[in-house]
């Protein structure tokens, strides 16, 4: 058995590689900023993934870090253009004309093809969805620039949802995907595998359910515990309380079960979530996603 890559869904939408930038547009969260709480998810730091190139203490524009982030990938081999990442935090939150503006700041970019933008299932207002569905979307004109949204859903079961304090349903997650979906937007997803709670079985039932979606692609993670998360804290407190793969083959098996329940046809972005070494609390694995898909692979050769 084989498995469909982000490659496989890239190559599909454009005619040349192309690479992610990410930037850090510098919005916030409703679940930091009082609006749904304080505390954030439990498990979240955003310094974890923020790249070196983007501009963590926003000094420079979109256009800044995306000229950092196409020096940083100056080594790699040459390519079709990019992809405006918009990775740190909501990324539909803020007033809708102060989005737009940041969004096309990013597709007037030399090379820029499209974006890719991160964000939760309840922070789409009406307004911007029908921007994107008149920008991106069954109403663009032809030749627009490609457009993937990338939505939280972290898990599929309600009452994990309240423990990671997500302040959404999976039924909301699954309202916002059937939207963008009809307005003409591909989706992508974000899972965690090893939330606290959860079993095996719980997390075919994740195959199975995201599988209903009309999501083109996913990136599947492992549970990590991140210095400065309500999650470190607790699992300072009792470790046995946060149970973890403890090595990367024990994941592997897990998602390469995932895998043979999804749907065939879903493009998976990544396996593995990077974490800075001095940010890392647990599992101190090691590996490197490229060394993690080989593993997935060998699984399904065996």
């Not at 030399?110 to 964000?119: E, R």
């Not at 046809?265 to 890392?280: A, G, H, I």
């Amino acid at each position: 058995m084989e498995y469909r890559t982000m490659n496989d869904y890239l190559s599909g939408v454009f005619p040349g590689r192309v690479i992610k930038i990410a930037v850090n547009a510098g919005l916030g969260c409703p679940n930091r900023d009082g609006t749904l709480g304080r505390d954030g998810c439990i498990y979240c730091n955003n310094q974890s993934f923020n790249p070196a190139y983007a501009a963590n203490d926003l000094s420079g524009s979109i256009s800044a870090q995306l000229e950092k982030g196409v020096r940083f990938n100056s080594r790699k081999d040459e390519c079709y253009g990019y992809l405006a990442y918009f990775q740190s935090y909501t990324n539909t939150y803020g007033p809708t004309d102060r989005l737009i503006e940041l969004y096309e700041e990013a597709l007037r970019f030399p090379g820029v093809k499209g974006l890719v933008i991160a964000t939760r299932p309840d922070c789409i207002k009406p307004d911007l969805a029908d921007w994107f569905e008149q920008r991106f979307g069954r109403k663009a004109p032809q030749g627009h620039p490609h457009l993937l949204v990338e939505i939280g859903i972290e898990s599929t079961i309600n009452r994990t949802l309240q423990l990671i304090n997500r302040h959404h349903t999976f039924q909301c997650a699954s309202d916002c995907i059937n939207d963008l979906y009809e307005r003409g937007i591909d989706t992508g997803a974000h899972l965690i595998l090893g939330l606290p709670g959860e079993t095996e079985q719980d997390w075919m039932t994740h195959a199975d359910r995201i599988s209903a979606l009309p999501i083109k692609t996913l990136k599947l993670h492992q549970l990590q515990v991140v210095k400065g998360t309500a999650l470190a804290r607790m699992y300072e407190q009792n470790p046995a309380s946060i149970p973890l793969f403890n090595t990367p083959q024990e994941y592997a098996a897990v998602a390469s079960a995932f895998i043979e329940k999804a749907r065939p046809d879903l493009c998976y972005d990544r396996f593995v979530s990077e974490t800075p070494k001095n940010m890392l609390i647990a599992p101190a694995w090691g590996i490197k996603p490229q060394t993690f898909n080989n593993l997935i692979k060998n699984l399904f050769k065996s």
